[in-house]
């Protein structure tokens, strides 16, 4: 049964930086596109950050561009999102996620399997 599991989230100044982890379990994970969604109070769930399977290609929300990294370990089934540059307008529940096969991000939809959540918070 495929697992991911997302760690690192928690509360920092604006202007600082976390990293967030996702390892995931139970999946061929090379055969996955991996993305970072993040939902804020009262707001749907969007896409924030997505890489492809080698980690060649990435893609970033407009509004994350030049401040977050999403990275892939393929030998440690893990995925990461390193956040530089936190605004408060960042805070949320941030999610893995996994789409088989090829995807330019997309909606959760189009996604097979989800984390549980870690949170982010950023103060002002």
């Known amino acids: 049964q495929a697992q991911l599991v997302e760690s690192g989230g928690g509360l920092v100044q604006a202007g600082g930086s976390l990293r967030l982890s996702c390892a995931a379990s139970?999946?061929?994970?090379?055969?996955?596109?991996m993305g970072w969604f993040r939902q804020a109070p009262g707001k749907e769930r969007e896409f924030a950050a997505g890489?492809?399977?080698?980690?060649?290609?990435?893609y970033y929300t407009d509004s994350v561009k030049g401040r977050f990294t999403i990275s892939r370990d393929n030998a440690k089934n893990t995925v990461y999102l390193q956040m530089n540059g936190l605004k408060p307008e960042d805070t949320a529940v941030y999610y893995c996620?996994?789409?088989?096969?090829?995807?330019?991000?997309?909606?959760?939809?189009?996604?097979?399997?989800w984390g549980q959540g870690t949170q982010v918070t950023v103060s002002s």
């Open positions: 996620a996994a789409h088989y096969g090829v995807i330019r991000g997309g909606p959760p939809r189009d996604y097979n399997y």
């Open positions: 890489i492809n399977w080698s980690g060649g290609s990435t």
């Open positions: 139970g999946l061929s994970f090379r055969s996955y596109f």
